[in-house]
């Protein structure tokens, strides 16, 4: 008598992809789906595969489907360290033969008692990506060799401008414009969701459903607006909504009987953004003036911080503690955009408290209840003290 149980995962199994495999392998190899038998022996290959995703709007690899879509698996998947031979061949084309680096996410995913080797390589951050020195496209079932004028269209509209009788001009449609949006709303995801422990106190969970719709709203709008023809994008970013508006759903109708049970996909969500971010944004709005303001703005918001500190027994005392948070909040807002970036000039552990700062400060003006609590007055000045102290500490260097 067949079991009706849902099959049992193996821990290194990747849950989503496990899920989503036996509609990869009856959709068959196409622009954003590639197959191979056996991880092959000539590590060119993989890195031609990656590169054209890379450039073309991204896609997947599934190393254990031949090229009628049968899931024959990789062998011995379930040893640990032939994973972990798999994952370090894969990093060094990722980083090695393939240029600009990529970081794809890759894992196992798993059915039928057979394991897949997944490589989910996003849009790249770059132009132009290229195999062993030569730059790669996606076309159809193909990962083939980009034509030079390809190329030379692809750095144009990656630099916001395009090509027309005129000469060179700029693109109000450019990958900069969309980039530039897509940013801001993964950020705004990424933050909400490093808050969401500490908004289970009215009115964060508002905040939280309210930015979870936003997001999955604007994450359609663009797809709309500017990525309708890029089919691998719009279904990552549609995945990514699919998600938000789960949350959204369990926060308004209170399908989660505690704050603790929306944590799970709440740090899928902070995982998927984090990824889309690294994977399709990267560095490529980034230049010597974003480093310039990210620094005038540390020692500014120092400053601010520091009057603000000189002010709270004013303000708590005068019956604005209300006006206390909301400033304190828009001075880690001032933070946030520059918090979650690589700046050069800070080391890692820099870097990680200015992240803490920002969003400490930030979620502040949702405790203004609590703040406003007898006997809460000195709790709070000692946390505007310690932030205040470490941003200092910070914009310090800075001089």
């Given at each position: 008598?067949a079991?009706n149980q849902p ?13 989503q495999?036996?509609?990869l392998?009856?959709?068959g190899e ?11 022996r ?7 595969e ?8 991204g896609?997947?690899i599934?190393?254990g ?10 062998e ?10 798999y994952l370090?061949?894969?990093q ?6 393939v240029?600009?680096p ?13 394991a ?6 996003h849009?790249g951050?770059e132009p ?11 076309h159809l ?11 030379v ?5 990656w630099?916001g401008?395009k090509?027309?009788d005129k000469?060179?001009?700029p693109d109000?449609t ?8 897509l940013d801001?709303?993964l950020?705004d ?5 490093d808050?969401?422990?500490r ?11 309210f930015?979870?719709e936003?997001?999955?709203q604007?994450?359609?709008?663009l ?5 309708h023809d890029?089919?691998a994008v719009?279904?990552s970013?549609g995945q ?7 949350i959204?759903c369990a926060?308004?109708?209170?399908h ?9 996909p ?9 990824e ?5 944004i990267?560095?490529?709005l ?12 540390i020692?500014?918001v120092?400053?601010k911080?520091?009057?603000l ?5 004013q303000m708590?005392?005068s019956g604005?503690?209300r006006d ?5 909040a828009?001075?880690g807002?001032?933070l ?7 700046l ?6 820099e ?11 930030h ?5 203004d209840?609590w703040?406003?609590?007898s ?12 932030q205040?102290?470490?941003i200092?500490a ?6």
């Open positions: 008598m079991s099959e049992m995962l193996p821990p290194w199994a990747d849950e989503e992809i496990s899920r495999l036996s509609l392998c009856a959709k196409g622009q954003y789906l590639e197959y191979k038998q056996t991880f092959p000539n590590i060119s290959e993989l890195g031609k990656m590169a054209a995703f890379a450039t073309s709007g896609g997947v599934l190393i489907v031949n090229d009628d879509g049968q899931l024959v698996g990789i011995n998947a379930d040893q640990m360290s032939v994973r972990d031979e370090k061949r894969l060094g084309i990722a980083n090695g033969t240029s600009p990529l970081t794809p996410k890759v894992g196992f995913a798993y059915e039928a008692g057979r897949v080797l997944f490589v989910r390589v849009k951050s132009v990506y290229y195999g062993d020195g030569r730059p790669y496209v996606r079932t193909e990962s083939r060799l980009a034509k030079p004028e390809e190329v269209r692809r750095v144009l509209t630099a401008l090509q027309s000469g060179i001009q109000v450019s990958e900069h414009v969309w980039k530039s949006r801001q709303i950020l995801l990424v933050v909400v969701m808050e969401m422990p908004l289970s106190l009215n009115p964060g969970p508002d905040h939280l459903q930015t979870c936003n997001c999955a604007w994450l359609r709008q797809v709309t607006e500017y990525l890029e089919t719009a279904e970013l990514l909504a699919d998600k938000c508006d789960l959204a926060v308004r109708f209170g989660s009987q505690t704050w603790s049970e929306i944590d799970h709440c740090q899928a969500v902070r995982a998927a953004a984090d889309l971010r690294s994977g399709m990267g560095n490529s980034i230049d010597g003036s974003f480093f310039a303001e990210a620094a005038r703005t020692k500014l120092a400053r911080a520091h009057g500190l000189g002010r709270v027994d708590v005392g604005r503690c206390l948070l909301s400033e304190a828009e001075i807002h001032a946030l955009q520059f918090a979650y970036a690589k050069p000039f800070l080391l890692d552990d870097i990680r408290s200015l992240r803490e700062v920002a969003v400490d400060l979620f502040l003006r949702f405790h209840q703040y406003e609590c006997g809460s007055e000195s709790r709070l000045h000692e946390r505007l003290a310690e205040t102290s470490r200092e910070i914009a310090a260097r800075l001089d």
